[in-house]
C-alpha cells in the first residue's frame, strides 16, 4: 500500500500534522495533547484498522461514552482494532510506550470505565456474528453490539441471554454476568457462554473455555470486563425461540399497594416469566409504578398470574401482545442512546419488606426534580440463574431474587446546584436502601461511588479472582479506578 493511501485509510493524515508533517489549524491543539511526542505512526504502521487522534473526523464521536458525566474525558488516540493482531500491536506499543490502556466495546460503561487518557483499544469494528450452525453455537465479535445480535439471530430462530438496549456491547454484558428477560429459563449472558478468545497483556492469544485456561474462563463469567485482557470473540450456547407474550403495564394509583402486591406475586411466577418492574419520577411530578416483560406463554396465563395485582387495582394503560421472539424484542428494547446519568444497585434476598417498600415510596414522593426521570426498579432474578453454584463462576450473587437500583438522570438543562441536591437524594437513597436489601451490587451497573466495591461485586470469589489476576497479568496492565488488583 502506497504511503498516502496509507495515512488516509488509517486517519493518519491528521496525526501527521501534529508530527510536523504538515500544517493546518490540527496543529493550533497539538500542545494540549496528552499524547504529542509519543509515535503514533509507529503504532498507525502495524494496524489494518485506522488509528484516530483528537481533531481527527469522527474522533469525538468514537470515543464519546455513553454516560455523559465522563464526556470531557478523551484518550490520547483510538486504535478502531479490525483483528487480533491489532489488539496485540496496540498492547506491545502501549505498553513499551508507558501509554495508560483501556477496552472499549460498547461504551456503556456506567462509570465512565472503557475511557483512558492513553490508547483506547477499541474492538467494535470487530462485530461480525458467525453463521449458527446445527450445534446452535455463534461466534460472535468481541465488539459486537445487542443490535449486531438481534440480526444475526433473527434468521436462524435462535436466541441468547441478551440486553434490552441495542447499542450495549456484548463484551461489556457478557463479562460482567448479563441480565435480560430470558435469565429465569436460560441463565445470565455469561451461562451462555463456552469460549472465549483474548489477548493477554503479554500479547498471547488465550482460548479459555471449560478445558483451556479454565480459571480464566471462569474468572471472565463475572468479572472479565477490563480486569484481565481483552476479548476477541465469544461463543455463545444459543438456544430456540418460538412467539411470547409480552407486556408493559403503567398504573398511576394505589402505587404503594401495587408494589406490595407485584411483590408478593412475582416471587412465585414461573421462570418462564421474566421482568423488570418500575415506579418513575417525572419531572412533572408525577410517578407511575410499570411492569414491563415477556412470558413463554399465552396472555390467559399472563392474565391469571397478575390477577392479584388486578384485584388491587386496574392498570390505567396496558399492553399486551403475542408476538414472534424477535419481533417481541423490537417492543421491549430501546437505543440506549447516551444521557446523563447515575445508577446504584443492590441485590434482594428473598422478597422486599414492607419498610423497604414504604421507603422507596417515601424516597421517590421526595425526589428534588430534574429535567430527565428519576427511577427505583428491581428486575426479576432466580430461576436458571440461581440453579447454579455462587462458586461456579465469578458472578457470585446466584441466590438473589432482584436486582434492585435507583437511577437518576438529567441533562446540560440541569444547573449544578440541581444536580449536586439530586446526587445528595441519590446517595441518601441508596445509603437507606442497603440496610433493607443487601450490601452488594452488580458489577455491570458499576458504581464509581460504591464503597467496598470488590466485596460487593464479587463477594466471597474476590480472593480467586484475585489470584487469578496475579498469575494473568502481574504487573497490573489492565487498570481502572475498580478494577480487581493483584493482591488483596
Ligand atoms: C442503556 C444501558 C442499558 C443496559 N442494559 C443492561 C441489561 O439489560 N443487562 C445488563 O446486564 N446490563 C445492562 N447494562 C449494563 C451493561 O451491561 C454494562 O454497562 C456493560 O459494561 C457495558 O458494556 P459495553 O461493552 O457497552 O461498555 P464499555 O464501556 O465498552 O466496557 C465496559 C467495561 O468492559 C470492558 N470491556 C469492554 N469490552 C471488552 C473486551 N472486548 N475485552 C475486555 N474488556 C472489555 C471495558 O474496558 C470496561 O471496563 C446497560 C447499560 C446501559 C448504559
Given at each position: 500500500?502506497?504511503?498516502?493511501?496509507?495515512?488516509?485509510?488509517?486517519?493518519?493524515?491528521?496525526?501527521?500534522?501534529?508530527?510536523?508533517?504538515?500544517?493546518?489549524?490540527?496543529t493550533?491543539?497539538?500542545?494540549?495533547?496528552?499524547g504529542s511526542?509519543?509515535?503514533?505512526?509507529?503504532?498507525?504502521?502495524?494496524?489494518?484498522?485506522?488509528?484516530?487522534?483528537?481533531?481527527?473526523?469522527d474522533?469525538?464521536?468514537?470515543?464519546?461514552?455513553w454516560?455523559?458525566?465522563?464526556?470531557?474525558?478523551?484518550?490520547?488516540?483510538?486504535?478502531?482494532?479490525?483483528s487480533?493482531?491489532?489488539?496485540?500491536?496496540?498492547?506491545?506499543?502501549?505498553?513499551?510506550?508507558?501509554?495508560?490502556?483501556?477496552a472499549r466495546?460498547?461504551?456503556?460503561?456506567y462509570?465512565?470505565f472503557?475511557?483512558?487518557p492513553?490508547?483506547?483499544?477499541?474492538?467494535?469494528?470487530?462485530?461480525?456474528?458467525?453463521?449458527?450452525g446445527?450445534?446452535?453455537?455463534?461466534?460472535?465479535?468481541?465488539?459486537?453490539?445487542?443490535a449486531?445480535v438481534y440480526?444475526?439471530?433473527?434468521?436462524?430462530?435462535?436466541?441468547?441471554?441478551?440486553?434490552?438496549?441495542?447499542?450495549?456491547?456484548?463484551?461489556?454484558?457478557?463479562?460482567?454476568?448479563?441480565?435480560?428477560?430470558?435469565?429465569?429459563?436460560?441463565?445470565?449472558?455469561?451461562?451462555g457462554?463456552v469460549?472465549t478468545?483474548?489477548?493477554?497483556?503479554?500479547?498471547?492469544v488465550?482460548?479459555?473455555?471449560?478445558?483451556q485456561?479454565?480459571?480464566?474462563?471462569?474468572?471472565?463469567?463475572?468479572?472479565?470486563?477490563?480486569?484481565?485482557?481483552?476479548?476477541?470473540?465469544?461463543?455463545?450456547?444459543?438456544?430456540?425461540?418460538?412467539q411470547?407474550?409480552?407486556?408493559?403495564?403503567?398504573?398511576?394509583?394505589?402505587?404503594?399497594?401495587?408494589?406490595?402486591s407485584?411483590n408478593?406475586?412475582?416471587?412465585?411466577?414461573?421462570r418462564e416469566?421474566?421482568?423488570?418492574?418500575s415506579?418513575?419520577?417525572?419531572?412533572?411530578?408525577?410517578?407511575?409504578?410499570?411492569?414491563?416483560?415477556?412470558?413463554?406463554?399465552?396472555?390467559?396465563?399472563?392474565?391469571?398470574?397478575?390477577?392479584?395485582?388486578?384485584?388491587?387495582?386496574?392498570?390505567?394503560?396496558?399492553?399486551?401482545?403475542?408476538?414472534?421472539?424477535?419481533?417481541?424484542?423490537?417492543?421491549?428494547?430501546?437505543?440506549?442512546?447516551?444521557?446523563?446519568?447515575h445508577?446504584?444497585?443492590h441485590?434482594v434476598?428473598?422478597?422486599?419488606?414492607?419498610?423497604a417498600?414504604?421507603?422507596v415510596?417515601?424516597?421517590m414522593?421526595r425526589?428534588?426534580?430534574?429535567?430527565?426521570?428519576?427511577?427505583?426498579?428491581?428486575?426479576?432474578?432466580?430461576?436458571?440463574?440461581?440453579?447454579?453454584?455462587?462458586d461456579a463462576?465469578?458472578?457470585?450473587?446466584?441466590?438473589?431474587s432482584?436486582?434492585?437500583?435507583?437511577?437518576?438522570?438529567?441533562?446540560?438543562?440541569d444547573?449544578?446546584?440541581t444536580?449536586?441536591?439530586?446526587?445528595?437524594?441519590?446517595?441518601?437513597?441508596?445509603?437507606?436502601?442497603?440496610?433493607?436489601?443487601?450490601?452488594?451490587?452488580?458489577?455491570?451497573?458499576?458504581?464509581?461511588?460504591?464503597?467496598?466495591?470488590?466485596?460487593?461485586?464479587?463477594?466471597?470469589?474476590?480472593?480467586?479472582?484475585?489470584?487469578?489476576?496475579?498469575?494473568?497479568?502481574?504487573n497490573?496492565?489492565?487498570?481502572?479506578?475498580?478494577?480487581?488488583p493483584?493482591?488483596?
Open positions: 500500500m502506497q504511503r498516502r493511501e496509507f495515512l488516509q485509510r488509517s486517519g493518519a493524515t491528521m496525526l501527521g500534522l501534529w508530527l510536523g508533517m504538515g500544517c493546518g489549524s490540527e493550533a491543539v497539538a500542545p494540549s495533547i496528552p511526542g509519543l509515535p503514533w505512526e509507529a503504532l498507525a504502521r502495524l494496524l489494518q484498522g485506522p488509528l484516530l487522534l483528537p481533531g481527527a473526523p474522533f469525538s464521536r468514537i470515543v464519546a461514552p454516560n455523559l458525566r465522563y464526556i470531557d474525558q478523551k484518550p490520547a488516540g483510538v486504535a478502531r482494532c479490525q487480533v493482531a491489532d489488539v496485540q500491536a496496540c498492547l506491545a506499543w502501549a505498553q513499551s510506550n508507558g501509554v495508560p490502556l483501556v466495546s460498547g461504551g456503556h460503561s462509570a465512565g472503557s475511557l483512558t492513553g490508547l483506547m483499544i477499541d474492538v467494535s469494528p470487530m462485530n461480525q456474528i458467525g453463521t449458527v446445527p450445534d446452535g453455537l455463534a461466534r460472535v465479535g468481541g465488539g459486537a453490539r445487542n449486531n440480526a444475526a439471530l433473527r434468521a436462524p430462530s435462535v436466541s441468547l441471554t441478551h440486553g434490552r438496549c441495542k447499542q450495549v456491547g456484548v463484551g461489556g454484558l457478557v463479562l460482567g454476568g448479563g441480565i435480560g428477560f430470558n435469565m429465569r429459563l436460560h441463565g445470565l449472558t455469561c451461562d457462554l469460549e478468545e483474548m489477548v493477554t497483556a503479554d500479547g498471547r488465550l482460548t479459555c473455555n471449560a478445558q485456561n479454565s480459571d480464566l474462563f471462569w474468572a471472565c463469567r463475572g468479572a472479565g470486563g477490563g480486569n484481565f485482557g481483552i476479548h476477541t470473540s465469544f461463543t455463545f450456547q444459543t438456544f430456540p425461540v418460538t411470547l407474550t409480552i407486556y408493559q403495564l403503567k398504573w398511576r394509583t394505589r402505587l404503594r399497594q401495587v408494589l406490595g407485584l408478593q406475586v412475582l416471587a412465585t411466577v414461573p416469566m421474566g421482568c423488570k418492574v415506579l418513575v419520577a417525572s419531572p412533572d411530578g408525577s410517578l407511575e409504578v410499570q411492569l414491563l416483560g415477556q412470558l413463554l406463554g399465552t396472555p390467559t396465563q399472563l392474565d391469571s398470574l397478575l390477577a392479584p395485582v388486578y384485584a388491587v387495582a386496574a392498570p390505567d394503560s396496558s399492553q399486551v401482545e403475542v408476538r414472534a421472539y424477535w419481533d417481541a424484542q423490537e417492543f421491549l428494547s430501546e437505543e440506549g442512546d447516551p444521557g446523563y446519568s445508577e446504584r444497585s441485590f434476598f428473598g422478597q422486599l419488606s414492607e419498610t417498600l414504604d421507603t415510596v417515601d424516597f414522593l425526589w428534588p426534580g430534574t429535567s430527565v426521570s428519576a427511577d427505583w426498579k428491581f428486575f426479576l432474578m432466580g430461576g436458571a440463574v440461581a440453579d447454579i453454584a455462587s463462576t465469578a458472578y457470585v450473587h446466584r441466590q438473589a432482584m436486582v434492585s437500583s435507583v437511577e437518576l438522570e438529567w441533562s446540560a438543562q444547573s449544578p446546584k444536580i449536586a441536591t439530586n446526587q445528595a437524594w441519590l446517595t441518601e437513597f441508596h445509603t437507606a436502601m442497603r440496610s433493607l436489601t443487601s450490601g452488594t451490587s452488580y458489577q455491570n451497573f458499576i458504581d464509581a461511588d460504591e464503597p467496598d466495591f470488590l466485596r460487593a461485586y464479587y463477594g466471597d470469589n474476590l480472593e480467586r479472582l484475585v489470584s487469578v489476576k496475579a498469575q494473568i497479568d502481574p497490573n496492565v489492565f487498570h481502572y479506578a475498580q478494577s480487581i493483584v493482591r488483596l
